[in-house]
């Protein structure tokens, strides 16, 4: 019942088909380590660099099946419901026919629904478990756990955990390539599939919000999730060096600076997003900072918002991670239930972004 790669490639071109004046597709320029590439579909009817936009990535982690499918599917609910003029309703959480009609008209929503099409492949005809991509294994080393990057250990923020964090501080993620779930790669945006998601950042400036879907636990998280928030001392940030020894500690006083204005409009957008999961099935997924989760390097809702405190010129791009559900593979039944907290949430965050954002 769940999309396989090509089904997922092939529903991107069957949209695009359908609404030509609503979408369009988006073709980043690395192919995977399998030579697959893998594509984005557009949706609003205004220019790429005429609106905001918000990008919605799906299937880093090969074993989660249910985020490609539910950003397919919402790409299909937004495309007809504004062809159609009709609302669109997920449980108790309902969108009225104008709010999609402003969501479409006054966005982009950039739909990545696989960024790892070689880990999807493997999972599903090979090993359900897997999680990294298909990166071969480093020389001289053997064993299926020693082949695969975790894609979302590769993002260059604080990628280099072993310096950049307090010995103890027990940050999940690991610079042995046989691990067999974290290893984080030889180098920052090593892989194809990190670069391709780097790519549409610096592509497409007009991209101001981030949500990289996942799966299970579930919660809405956003950023930072290297360290414990602060919004009073500017200087104790990622970029400090003095800071690279006792980074990621608990309780200990230091923590990763988010001004106060972005931190608010982080926390907002992430409860609204919970307000409309909650209302199609009652299912609370709460809102927290990443950290809170465990401490990580190297992600991509971090590294989407450090770019603009790296280089002045980039966008701020306020980032989260949702995770989705309660296993990696429910039953389809079950799924389908889960794609609809998705698809509310997504729709939740596209229709409050731009005024929660202008507000604070």
């Known amino acids: 019942m769940y999309l396989n790669v090509a089904e997922i490639e092939s529903a991107i071109t069957s949209l695009h088909d359908a609404y030509p004046d609503t979408s369009e597709i988006i073709t980043p320029p690395h192919l995977t380590h399998e030579g ?151 180098a920052p945006a090593s892989e194809p599939e990190t670069r391709n998601v780097v790519w549409v950042l610096d592509t497409y400036p007009k991209i101001q919000w981030m949500a990289d879907v996942h799966s299970a636990v579930p919660v809405i998280l956003h950023n930072w999730g290297s360290d414990q928030n602060q919004s009073t001392t500017p200087a104790d940030n990622f970029r400090n060096p003095s800071l690279d020894t006792v980074r990621g500690r608990p309780d200990d006083g230091i923590g990763e600076f988010i001004p106060e204005r972005d931190l608010k409009i982080a926390v907002e957008l992430a409860e609204r997003m919970n307000d409309a999961i909650r209302a199609v099935r009652g299912v609370d997924y709460g809102v927290e900072a990443a950290y809170g989760l465990y401490p990580t390097s190297g992600t991509s809702d971090d590294y989407a918002y450090s770019r603009h405190l790296t280089n002045p010129a980039a966008t701020k791009v306020i980032g989260y991670t949702i995770e989705c559900g309660d296993s990696f593979q429910p039953v389809f039944s079950e799924a389908e239930q889960v794609i609809q907290e998705v698809s509310a949430a997504l729709l939740a965050l596209a229709l409050n972004a731009p005024e929660v954002t202008d507000g604070a």
């Open 36 to 186: 697959r590439t893998t594509r984005l579909l557009r949706v609003g009817t205004r220019q790429i660099d005429e609106v905001p936009g918000i990008l919605l990535l799906g299937g880093i982690h090969a074993r989660e099946w249910m985020p490609p499918d539910a950003l397919v599917s919402l790409a299909a609910d937004v495309l007809e419901a504004h062809d159609l003029a009709t609302g669109l309703g997920y449980g108790s959480s309902t969108f009225t026919a104008a709010q999609v009609t402003q969501v479409v008209e006054n966005l982009n929503l950039l739909f990545f629904p696989c960024v790892n099409p070689d880990g999807r492949a493997f999972s599903q005809t090979t090993s359900a478990t897997w999680r990294k991509n298909r990166r071969p294994a480093p020389a001289g080393s053997t064993g299926s756990s020693c082949i695969g990057v975790d894609l979302n250990r590769n993002f260059d923020f604080l990628w280099d955990h072993t310096s950049k964090f307090a010995p103890d501080a027990d940050v999940h993620t690991s610079s042995t390539p046989c691990n067999p779930q974290v290893y984080r790669g030889p």
